[in-house]
């Protein structure tokens, strides 16, 4: 592919348009700040449209003009995820295609972790982000254990719930208290279930490095940002490979 | 009674009729229980704050101790005022702080020491309750000599920085910008916590806790800008999750003017348990009540998790049961801020003749309460240019069915949380829809028969019929048809058994000879 410019209304004409704050008063200097700052942007000449004092302090502005870079698709390197992201009513229709029943989920804060803020987000229907929890899929039956769960025993509730993943969050990481964790979780699920009955392990909280779950024994990681949809897609995945 | 959608007043006073009897039997269960967010409610208005070094407040501690000597079924005030009566510590701090360490033991007393303590607890109690009325009366003082929002709908801002210090200079701001109310946001999860932080707080997850302190700090900074600006900004903090009644003492203590406060938000989204939450929901409600606080309730939420079309009577029910349970518990209806959304797929067909009818239905079936109007939030894609005019709409659609509260819809809704800019737009928006419309309320009339009414009384009869299932529903083991209706799933698609969800080790089923100063002072039966 060749390399592009932004299109207005003409091929090649390069037309952007941006919105900003600057925190200055609104006067003719700060329109002329606005349209350094645009120029700085690449764009030129700068075409500052619109200006709105917004309080003594701060101008608003809208600024238009041709942008001076190119861009080259074939050079783009992005992260692709290896699943799909579904919609909750494909999660829903394939879980039930693959296990023609619910798919059950539990999840817990291991340790002396009492911050349930990021299973709740994931698991709790009000959700996270503006999606909803994981409880809001009709065809996933979540139990959630709360905080400060010990491994025993969210071992036993897995058992006893015939649990086909197991969620865990970790905020603290006082002497490296999340990682020390999971690997004692991760143990004792390998401990307790033959290796193809083993539920789906998922550990996640803000300060995990997503590429490690390989060197802490679980299934999958997720980091800052995840969001209820991501988990519940993921676990479409991984047990759809299981089934097949 | 404008009588626009031309409704039935014999369904609408069948409506209200199975409000009250699916309500009735709630009220019972909430008589016989007591909680330990009530009974901790009970020592904030006796005047007990504070934390330990741990950050555990002392009503927490004190709250535990008698717990572990005497139980909560008879609750706290005799067991601690005995304590106080026999000269164990000089005050209520010193008291816990003895409890913590272990070296003082409750017991029950009975006789005249349980005379002698009732009374002490009265006494110290109803000092909180002076305060609240005390609250009370500056607000209306203030708004009397400072004035008050020029019109309505009020315009209804959030804040959200975790950190009241930051807070507090945004909210001024978005006050000089237009808001007649400012919210502040709580950090995520602190409806799961039970007990309520202490002290100035900095560190939030996308809000800022609510506690004393943070109320106090807000309140006061607003007074100012509201001396400024020569019109009262009212404050709006969250009266939910495990700590409600706490936190709705708290409020009248420091003169919150509006709270969130829905009858089973917490049930169903947040599953904490549905007896602990209508006994704390009855006992915020009449603090609610006393201290002239509007409360805003969550039907807003009904829309986000299922479709707003094929939803909309859940809302009317909810509403019609938040109105029952709040005038029980004492609300007048200028304090009943019922909540509701524009949240219908704006792909739908007729998506705008929907919202009308929906809306118009709430004003009628409420003609004296204030509403609360919430904007779009699960159509709101990220496309900000859209999402303007999704907004635009919005403010439309309130300004024809005279909302009496309106939340502003940011265009970066689901983006971003709101920037300068993004404010500053947003009440461009409002303030051109409501001046461009002017009294179209009043012009403003569908035909008899037409799509409009039509649609309000289908969602009304479809209200009804719900209620009917709800009532209908054999009360097996709680007792209440309605329990065993959240218990099925009647409500959005969350099954909450009464057995169920957190904080049912704090719900304790009231002994004979249970006192509780405040409960009494509150509903006047002593």
């Known amino acids: 592919m060749s390399l592009l410019r932004p299109y207005g209304d003409t091929t090649g004409d390069g037309m952007v348009q941006v ?11 700060a329109e002329g700040a606005a349209a350094q700052l645009a120029e700085k942007m690449g764009i030129q000449p700068a075409l500052v449209v619109h200006a709105k004092p917004m309080g003594p302090d701060f101008t608003f502005f809208v600024v238009y003009g041709p942008v001076r870079h190119l861009v080259d698709p074939s050079v783009v390197e992005v992260v692709e995820r290896d699943y799909p992201l579904l919609t909750a009513k494909e999660v829903n229709a394939r879980v039930k295609s693959t296990l023609r029943r619910r798919l059950v989920v539990v999840g817990a804060c291991i340790g002396t972790d009492a911050h349930t803020v990021g299973i709740d987000a994931i698991l709790n229907i009000k959700g996270f982000a503006g999606e909803k929890g994981l409880e809001y899929y009709r065809e996933l039956k979540v139990v959630n254990l709360g905080a400060q769960v010990s491994v025993p025993d969210l071992v036993a509730h897995a058992i006893e719930e015939k649990a086909d993943a197991v969620l865990v969050s970790q905020v603290v990481t006082q002497r490296d208290a999340h990682l020390l964790n999971t690997r004692e979780m991760s143990a004792a ?28 024994g679980v299934d999958r990681v997720f980091a800052r940002g995840t969001t209820p ?14 089934a097949s | 009674m404008t009588g626009k959608l031309d409704l039935d007043p014999v369904l609408v006073r069948r409506a209200r009729a199975l409000a009250r009897q699916v309500g009735r039997p709630i009220v019972k269960l909430a008589r016989q ?7 901790r409610a009970t020592l904030r208005l006796a ?9 555990t407040p002392w009503v927490n501690r004190l709250a535990d101790a008698v717990r572990a000597d005497a139980g909560l079924e008879h609750g706290l005030a005799l067991p601690v005022w005995d304590a106080l009566v026999r000269g164990e510590a000089e005050d209520l701090l010193v008291l816990a702080q003895k409890a913590a360490a272990g070296s003082v033991r409750f017991r029950l007393p009975d006789g005249r020491d349980a005379t002698r303590a009732q009374a002490a607890a009265r006494r110290q109690v109803g000092a909180g309750i002076r305060r609240i009325d005390a609250q009370r009366k500056t607000r209306e003082r203030l708004i009397r000599t400072i004035g008050d929002a020029p019109s309505q709908p009020w315009i209804y801002l959030i804040v959200a920085t975790g950190d009241i210090h930051e807070d507090i200079p945004q909210a001024q701001a978005a006050a000089r910008a237009g808001a007649d109310v400012i919210a502040v946001i709580r950090s995520t999860g602190q409806s799961l916590l039970d007990y309520v932080p202490e002290g100035a707080t900095r560190e939030g997850f996308a809000g800022t806790y609510a506690t004393q302190e ?5 309140r006061a900074a607003l ?27 708290l409020a009248g203590l420091e003169r919150l003017d509006m709270m969130l406060n829905d009858s089973m938000y917490g049930i169903l989204f947040r599953d904490i348990n549905p007896i602990r939450t209508f006994v704390d929901q009855r006992f915020s409600r009449q603090v609610h009540a006393r201290a002239g606080i509007v409360i805003n309730t969550g039907e807003d939420n009904y829309l986000t998790t299922a479709d707003a079309v094929e939803a909309a009577h859940t809302v009317t029910t909810s509403q019609l049961l938040n109105e029952f349970f709040a005038k029980e518990a004492g609300l007048a209806d200028w304090q009943l801020g019922l909540g509701h959304a524009f949240e219908i797929d704006p792909d739908v067909p007729s998506s705008l003749r929907l919202e009308l009818a929906h809306a118009l239905l709430a004003r009628e079936l409420f003609p004296k309460a204030p509403l609360k109007w919430m904007p779009p939030t699960k159509h709101m894609t990220g496309d900000v240019f859209r999402g303007y005019l999704l907004d635009g709409f919005f403010n439309l659609v309130g300004a024809l069915t005279g909302q009496g509260i309106l939340l502003v819809g940011m265009m970066t809704e689901a983006v971003v949380t709101p920037w300068l800019s993004d404010r500053d737009l947003a009440l461009q928006n409002v303030r051109y829809v409501l001046q461009a419309a002017g009294d179209l309320q009043s012009d403003f009339r569908p035909l008899p028969g037409s799509f409009i009414p039509a649609r309000a009384q289908h969602v009304l009869g479809e209200s009804i019929d719900l209620l009917e299932r709800i009532s209908e529903h054999a009360p097996s083991t709680s007792g209440a048809g309605l329990l065993d209706a959240i218990a099925d799933g009647t409500f959005g698609l969350m099954r ?23 409960t009494d002072l509150l509903e006047g039966t002593s």
């Open chain 1, 19 to 29: 919105s900003f704050t600057l925190p200055m008063a609104h006067s003719k200097v």
């Open chain 1, 189 to 216: 699920f390998r401990e307790a279930f033959p290796p193809a009955r083993r539920p789906v392990l998922i550990v996640g909280g803000p300060r995990f490095d997503e590429s490690m779950a390989a060197e802490l």
């Open chain 1, 229 to 242: 949809v991501d988990v519940a897609s993921f676990l479409v995945h991984r047990l759809e490979k299981r």
């Open chain 2, 33 to 39: 229980h007591t909680t330990v967010s009530v009974e």
């Open chain 2, 47 to 55: 005047g007990l704050s504070g934390a330990d070094p741990d950050g």
């Open chain 2, 214 to 218: 943070n109320f106090r700090l807000m």
């Open chain 2, 223 to 249: 007074d100012e800008t509201s001396r400024e600006l020569g019109r009262y900004v009212r404050l709006t903090n969250y009266a939910s999750g495990l700590c409600m009644p706490e936190i709705a003492a």
């Open chain 2, 496 to 518: 909450r058994p009464p057995d169920g969800g957190r904080g049912l080790d704090g719900v304790f089923r009231k002994a004979p000879g249970y006192v509780n100063p405040a």
